[in-house]
T-cell receptor
Framework: QAQLVQSGAEAKSPGASVKISCTASGYNFLLHGITWVRQAPGEGLEWIGWISTYTGRTYYGQGLQGRVSMTTDKSTNTVYMYLGSLRSEDTAVYYCARENGGYGDYDVWGQGSLITVSS | QSALTQPASVSGSPGQSITISCTGTSSDVGAYDLVSWYQQHPGKAPKLIIS???KRPSGVSSRFSAYKSGNTAYLTISGLQAEDEADYFCCSGVGVGTYVFGSGTKVSVV
């Protein structure tokens, strides 16, 4: 069955950067875009951005514009999210999710990657 | 882009029906039929329960239904069960390729 497996938890210092991976299996990787969502402790969901696994085209939300980028590696069915200039407010669980029909319908989710930013 | 507005909490008794609202603007909820709903249990990843305003994915209980009116979307849970106790988030398109989530609603079954 379709599955997304993310990289593990990381602890970072303020000002550092982080790269999170999301590896897909069980479906045709090129047919579905991948969205990234984060959730700070005790808070709601924040839409970060989306990448086409076929073309590499990206769309980013306003919140992290300029600090976030996403790339895709077709050879390994993996999407990467980079977040730079980390701040304590970036402490959150980061999820990748598969967009099913291209209508903001995220039907398969990764297990989440906890990123902790602290000095 | 500000988060869509949802009530912080909604509660109901087993067997009852509850409705959660998701209020946006004419630039997001009102502009596109791209509203989805997610259920999230503590410590778990969100689960898609409604897509494109009112479409229920395969395997999702028919007790979940949804619709949109103007700038507000609604999710109804009928025949409330203990397992429905969770956080619920709406999500709407807000422009080319971009989306925004709602603030989230904690559903309690009392």
């Amino acid at each position: 069955q379709a599955q997304l497996v993310q990289s593990g938890a990381e602890a970072k210092s303020p000002g550092a950067s982080v790269k999170i991976s999301c590896t897909a299996s069980g479906y045709n990787f090129l047919l579905h875009g991948i969205t990234w969502v984060r959730q700070a402790p005790g808070e709601g969901l924040e839409w970060i951005g989306w990448i086409s696994t076929y073309t590499g085209r990206t769309y980013y939300g306003q919140g992290l514009q300029g600090r976030v980028s996403m790339t895709t590696d077709k050879s390994t069915n993996t999407v990467y999210m980079y977040l730079g200039s980390l701040r304590s407010e970036d402490t959150a669980v980061y999820y990748c999710a598969r967009e099913n029909g291209g209508y903001g319908d995220y039907d398969v989710w990764g297990q989440g990657s906890l990123i902790t930013v602290s000095s | 882009q500000s988060a869509l507005t949802q009530p912080a909490s909604v509660s109901g008794s087993p067997g009852q029906s509850i409705t959660i609202s998701c209020t946006g603007t004419s630039s997001d909820v009102g502009a596109y039929d791209l509203v989805s709903w997610y259920q999230q249990h503590p410590g778990k990843a969100p689960k898609l329960i409604i897509s494109e305003v009112n479409k229920r994915p395969s395997g999702v209980s028919s007790r979940f239904s949804a619709y949109k009116s103007g700038n507000t979307a609604y999710l109804t849970i009928s025949g409330l069960q203990a397992e429905d106790e969770a956080d619920y988030f709406c999500c709407s398109g807000v422009g080319v390729g971009t989306y925004v989530f709602g603030s989230g609603t904690k559903v309690s079954v009392v």
